[in-house]
C-alpha cells in the first residue's frame, strides 16, 4: 500500500474513502459473490471431490440476469464476432509484415500474456526445427509477438505493487515498447478495473496501433462508475471485445474464469493466424509434418467444455481431490511443496506466484536470501541451471523496468514509491533460483514433498533421473501424471488425473487444462485449510487500492457493518500490525476476529 505517509490509521481511511472512489468497485459483477459456490468452504470440509467440482461448475454454469454467461457460449459468442475475425486477420497480417503484436496485462492476466507469447515462440522454434528449410522464416516469425506486465517480468514471480494503479505506468510501457502504425496492441484488461491497462490501450491508440480491449465486465456498468473506463470507450478506434463470464468461484479471484476466457480467446486467435500463414506458404508435405496447429473455430468452446467435463469428474476429479489433500496435509503442518518440471513450468509457476497476493502467502524467496519467509509451494526445472531455465521460460530476454526517481516523479508515482523505488530491473529475476541445483531451503523443514508433473507423458528420462536422485533429500515424492497418460508404472507413488484433448500448435488446450486444474488445485486447498469463507478469499494481500476496497468489502459483508466503518477497521489491522509478521493472516482475517466474528463459523 502507498499510505505509509499517512501517519493514523483513521487518516488513511478517510483519506481513501474521501478520494479514492474510482476504486470503490461493489457494484461491479466479478467483485461479488458467485451463488454457484456459495456454500465452498462448507462444502469442501466435508468432500473435496464435492468442492472441486463446484469450483469448476463456475466455468460452465454461470448466469447472470438469468441469461447464461458461462465460458463456453461466451467464448463461442466471440469466435463468430467480427472483432475476433479481425484480430485473427490482424496476427497474420503483422507475420506477413514483419510487425509486432504486443499484448499487455497486469496481474493474472499479465502472467499468461508471458504465457501466450512464449506458447507463441515456443510453436516456431519447433517448427524450425522440423522443416530446417525454412528455419530463417520461421525464426523471423518468433518475434513478431511480444508481451509486458504492468511492473515488468519480475511481476511473474512477485507482485509489484500498486502498479497497476497507475493509467501512466501503462502508457510508459507502451512507449518504451517502441510500438506504432502497423503494430497490434492486445490489451487483456481482465475486468476493466486495472488503472495501468487502461493507460496502456489509449497510448497505443495514440500512437497509431490497431488496439484490442478484451473486457469482462458488463460495459455500461464499467462506463457509469469507473472514467478510466469510460476513456477507452470514448475512443472509436479501440477495437472492443466483450468477454464478461459473470461473477468468479471464489469473489474477486480474476485468475480463475476471468483469465481462463482470455486465455481461450486469445490463444484460439494466435493459433488459426498461424493456421492461415502456413496454409499460404507451407507445402503439403510441410504442413504434414508441422501437424495439428489450428482446431476448426467451432471447435474451441466444445473442447473447453469437454475439459471441464472431464476434470469435474470420474478418475480426473478423483485425481485433483488427492492433490488437493496432499497439499493441504504438508501446509497444514507448515511444510513445503515443490514442483518439478521442463516444459510446463511457466503454467507451474503462473499459478503458484499468484498464491501471494490471493492469499496472503509468502512470495518466492531469493535464492541468496536466507531471512525471509520460504514460499509454501515454489517451483524447480530438472534439466537446466538458473540462468538457462529462467530462459526457457521466457523464450526471449528478460524486461525489467529501469525506472529513475526522475521517472517516477514524471509518472505522479505516490511519494511512497519516490522515495522506496521496488526493484524491478531485469537482473532481479534470475535472484529467484529456479533451476535444478540443489536447495537446501525447499527440504529444510517437515513435512516436504517434491512433486514431478508429467504432463501429456512430458516427463522425460532425463527429468525422472533427476526427480528420482532430488526426491532421496525430501521426505516423500509424489508424480502427478496429468492429460494423456502412457501404460505402465514411472513412479511408485502416483496421482492420475487423465484428460483427453487435441495437441495444436500453441499447445492451448494443454495449456488450459493444466490451468484449470491448478487454479482448482490452490483455490480447493486454500478453502479446505478455512483460507476462503463461504467463497470470499478472506485471506486477501492488499497490494493495491483495488484489494483495499475488495478486503474492506469482505469485512463489511461479513460482520454486517457499514463499508466506511468496515474500511476503518481495515486500516486499523494494517496500521498496528507489526511488518514482521506480514504474512501471518490477512488484515481481512485479523479485523474479523477483533469484531467478533469466526470465518470457520457455518454461513446462515
Same mark, same amino acid.
Given at each position: 500500500?502507498?499510505?505509509?505517509?499517512?501517519?493514523?490509521?483513521?487518516?488513511?481511511?478517510?483519506?481513501?474513502?474521501?478520494?479514492?472512489?474510482?476504486?470503490?468497485?461493489?457494484?461491479?459483477?466479478?467483485?461479488?459473490?458467485?451463488?454457484?459456490? /456459495?456454500?465452498?468452504? *462448507?462444502?469442501?470440509?466435508?468432500?473435496?471431490? #464435492?468442492?472441486?467440482?463446484?469450483?469448476?461448475?463456475?466455468?460452465?454454469?454461470?448466469?447472470?440476469?438469468?441469461?447464461?454467461?458461462?465460458?463456453?457460449?461466451?467464448?463461442?459468442?466471440?469466435?463468430?464476432?467480427?472483432?475476433?475475425?479481425?484480430?485473427?486477420?490482424?496476427?497474420?497480417?503483422?507475420?506477413?509484415?514483419?510487425?509486432?503484436?504486443?499484448?499487455?496485462?497486469?496481474?493474472?492476466?499479465?502472467?499468461?500474456?508471458?504465457?501466450?507469447?512464449?506458447?507463441?515462440?515456443?510453436?516456431?522454434?519447433?517448427?524450425?526445427?522440423?522443416?530446417?528449410?525454412?528455419?530463417?522464416?520461421?525464426?523471423?516469425?518468433?518475434?513478431?509477438?511480444?508481451?509486458?506486465?504492468?511492473?515488468?517480468?519480475?511481476?511473474?514471480?512477485?507482485?509489484?505493487?500498486?502498479?497497476?494503479?497507475?493509467?501512466?505506468?501503462?502508457?510508459?510501457?507502451?512507449?518504451?515498447?517502441?510500438?506504432?502504425?502497423?503494430?497490434?496492441?492486445?490489451?487483456?484488461?481482465?475486468?476493466?478495473?486495472?488503472?495501468?491497462?487502461?493507460?496502456?490501450?489509449?497510448?497505443?491508440?495514440?500512437?497509431?496501433?490497431?488496439?484490442?480491449?478484451?473486457?469482462?465486465?458488463?460495459?455500461?456498468?464499467?462506463?457509469?462508475?469507473?472514467?478510466?473506463?469510460?476513456?477507452?470507450?470514448?475512443?472509436?478506434?479501440?477495437?472492443?471485445?466483450?468477454?464478461?463470464?459473470?461473477?468468479?468461484? !471464489?469473489?474477486?479471484?480474476? /485468475?480463475?474464469? !476471468?483469465?481462463?476466457?482470455?486465455?481461450?480467446?486469445?490463444?484460439?486467435?494466435?493459433?488459426?493466424?498461424?493456421?492461415?500463414?502456413?496454409?499460404?506458404?507451407?507445402?503439403?508435405?510441410?504442413?504434414?509434418?508441422?501437424?495439428?496447429?489450428?482446431?476448426?473455430?467451432?471447435?474451441?468452446?466444445? #473442447?473447453?467444455?469437454?475439459?471441464?467435463?472431464?476434470?469435474?469428474?470420474?478418475?480426473?476429479?478423483?485425481?485433483?481431490? %488427492?492433490?488437493?489433500?496432499?497439499?493441504?496435509?504438508?501446509?497444514?503442518?507448515?511444510?513445503?511443496?515443490?514442483?518439478?518440471?521442463?516444459?510446463?513450468?511457466?503454467?507451474?509457476?503462473?499459478?503458484?506466484?499468484?498464491?501471494?497476493?490471493?492469499?496472503?502467502?509468502?512470495?518466492?524467496?531469493?535464492?541468496?536470501?536466507?531471512?525471509?519467509?520460504?514460499?509454501? *509451494?515454489?517451483?524447480?526445472?530438472?534439466?537446466?541451471?538458473?540462468?538457462?531455465?529462467? %530462459?526457457?521460460?521466457?523464450?526471449?530476454?528478460?524486461?525489467?523496468?529501469?525506472?529513475?526517481?526522475?521517472?517516477?516523479?514524471?509518472?505522479?508515482?505516490?511519494?511512497?514509491?519516490?522515495?522506496?523505488?521496488?526493484?524491478?530491473?531485469?537482473?532481479?529475476?534470475?535472484?529467484?533460483?529456479?533451476?535444478?541445483?540443489?536447495?537446501?531451503?525447499?527440504?529444510?523443514?517437515?513435512?516436504?514433498?517434491?512433486?514431478?508433473?508429467?504432463?501429456?507423458?512430458? *516427463?522425460?528420462?532425463?527429468?525422472?533421473?533427476?526427480?528420482?536422485?532430488?526426491?532421496?533429500?525430501?521426505?516423500?515424492?509424489?508424480?502427478?501424471?496429468?492429460?494423456?497418460?502412457?501404460?505402465?508404472?514411472?513412479?511408485?507413488?502416483?496421482?492420475?488425473?487423465?484428460?483427453?484433448?487435441?495437441?495444436?500448435?500453441?499447445?492451448?488446450?494443454?495449456?488450459?487444462? !493444466?490451468?484449470?486444474?491448478?487454479?482448482?488445485?490452490?483455490?480447493?486447498?486454500?478453502?479446505?485449510?478455512?483460507?476462503?469463507?463461504?467463497?470470499?478469499?478472506?485471506? !486477501?494481500?492488499?497490494?493495491?487500492?483495488?484489494?483495499?476496497?475488495?478486503?474492506?468489502?469482505?469485512?463489511?459483508?461479513?460482520?454486517?457493518?457499514?463499508?466506511?466503518?468496515?474500511?476503518?477497521?481495515?486500516?486499523?489491522?494494517?496500521?498496528?500490525?507489526?511488518?514482521?509478521?506480514?504474512? /501471518?493472516?490477512?488484515?481481512?482475517?485479523?479485523?474479523?476476529?477483533?469484531?467478533?466474528?469466526?470465518?470457520?463459523?457455518?454461513?446462515?
Amino acid at each position: 500500500m502507498d499510505y505509509k505517509d499517512i501517519k493514523d490509521y483513521k487518516k488513511a481511511s478517510k483519506d481513501f474513502l474521501e478520494n479514492e472512489k474510482q476504486f470503490h468497485l461493489g457494484v461491479i459483477p466479478t467483485e461479488q459473490s458467485n451463488v454457484l459456490t /456459495r456454500n465452498l468452504s *462448507a462444502t469442501i470440509a466435508k468432500d473435496t471431490k #464435492a468442492g472441486v467440482a463446484m469450483i469448476l461448475s463456475a466455468d460452465v454454469k454461470n448466469t447472470y440476469e438469468g441469461k447464461h454467461v458461462d465460458i463456453p457460449t461466451v467464448a463461442g459468442r466471440a469466435f463468430k464476432s467480427k472483432q475476433f475475425a479481425r484480430l485473427v486477420d490482424d496476427v497474420k497480417r503483422v507475420i506477413d509484415e514483419n510487425k509486432r503484436v504486443v499484448i499487455s496485462s497486469v496481474g493474472a492476466s499479465g502472467r499468461m500474456a508471458i504465457q501466450l507469447d512464449a506458447a507463441w515462440r515456443n510453436f516456431w522454434m519447433n517448427l524450425a526445427t522440423k522443416i530446417p528449410a525454412k528455419r530463417d522464416i520461421f525464426m523471423n516469425n518468433v518475434n513478431r509477438v511480444e508481451s509486458f506486465t504492468t511492473g515488468g517480468d519480475r511481476a511473474l514471480v512477485r507482485s509489484v505493487e500498486n502498479f497497476e494503479d497507475y493509467m501512466t505506468f501503462g502508457a510508459e510501457q507502451v512507449r518504451e515498447a517502441g510500438i506504432g502504425v502497423g503494430d497490434v496492441l492486445l490489451g487483456l484488461s481482465e475486468c476493466g478495473l486495472s488503472a495501468s491497462i487502461n493507460g496502456s490501450v489509449i497510448e497505443a491508440d495514440i500512437r497509431g496501433c490497431t488496439t484490442y480491449y478484451l473486457f469482462c465486465n458488463p460495459k455500461d456498468i464499467l462506463c457509469e462508475h469507473l472514467e478510466r473506463v469510460r476513456k477507452v470507450f470514448a475512443r472509436p478506434n479501440i477495437i472492443k471485445m466483450p468477454l464478461f463470464v459473470g461473477n468468479m468461484a !471464489v469473489s474477486g479471484s480474476t /485468475r480463475m474464469q !476471468v483469465t481462463t476466457v482470455e486465455l481461450l480467446v486469445a490463444g484460439a486467435a494466435f493459433e488459426l493466424a498461424c493456421q492461415k500463414w502456413c496454409d499460404e506458404n507451407l507445402t503439403e508435405a510441410e504442413k504434414k509434418a508441422a501437424g495439428l496447429i489450428a482446431l476448426d473455430i467451432n471447435e474451441y468452446a466444445k #473442447a473447453f467444455k469437454a475439459i471441464n467435463k472431464q476434470l469435474s469428474s470420474g478418475k480426473a476429479l478423483a485425481g485433483l481431490a %488427492q492433490a488437493v489433500e496432499l497439499e493441504k496435509s504438508i501446509y497444514d503442518n507448515h511444510g513445503l511443496v515443490t514442483y518439478c518440471t521442463h516444459d510446463y513450468l511457466l503454467d507451474i509457476m503462473t499459478d503458484t506466484t499468484e498464491r501471494q497476493p490471493t492469499f496472503t502467502l509468502p512470495p518466492f524467496r531469493k535464492y541468496e536470501d536466507k531471512n525471509a519467509e520460504l514460499s509454501w *509451494a515454489y517451483v524447480k526445472d530438472p534439466l537446466y541451471d538458473n540462468e538457462v531455465a529462467w %530462459q526457457h521460460v521466457f523464450r526471449r530476454p528478460i524486461k525489467g523496468l529501469n525506472w529513475t526517481k526522475e521517472d517516477y516523479i514524471r509518472l505522479e508515482a505516490a511519494p511512497d514509491i519516490i522515495a522506496n523505488m521496488p526493484q524491478v530491473g531485469s537482473e532481479e529475476v534470475e535472484k529467484y533460483n529456479i533451476g535444478n541445483c540443489d536447495d537446501e531451503s525447499r527440504y529444510s523443514r517437515k513435512p516436504n514433498v517434491l512433486v514431478c508433473m508429467d504432463i501429456n507423458d512430458s *516427463a522425460t528420462p532425463e527429468v525422472l533421473a533427476w526427480f528420482k536422485e532430488e526426491v532421496k533429500k525430501f521426505e516423500k515424492g509424489v508424480l502427478i501424471r496429468m492429460g494423456s497418460i502412457s501404460k505402465g508404472k514411472k513412479y511408485e507413488n502416483e496421482i492420475h488425473i487423465p484428460v483427453k484433448l487435441e495437441r495444436t500448435s500453441n499447445e492451448l488446450l494443454t495449456h488450459l487444462m !493444466v490451468k484449470l486444474s491448478f487454479n482448482v488445485l490452490s483455490t480447493a486447498t486454500m478453502a479446505k485449510m478455512g483460507r476462503v469463507w463461504s467463497n470470499w478469499m478472506i485471506q !486477501v494481500l492488499p497490494t493495491n487500492k483495488k484489494l483495499i476496497d475488495r478486503s474492506t468489502r469482505i469485512i463489511a459483508n461479513i460482520a454486517g457493518i457499514p463499508y466506511e466503518k468496515a474500511n476503518e477497521e481495515f486500516f486499523k489491522s494494517c496500521y498496528e500490525r507489526d511488518a514482521k509478521d506480514e504474512y /501471518r493472516e490477512s488484515y481481512v482475517v485479523e479485523t474479523l476476529k477483533r469484531l467478533g466474528k469466526d470465518p470457520k463459523e457455518d454461513i446462515k
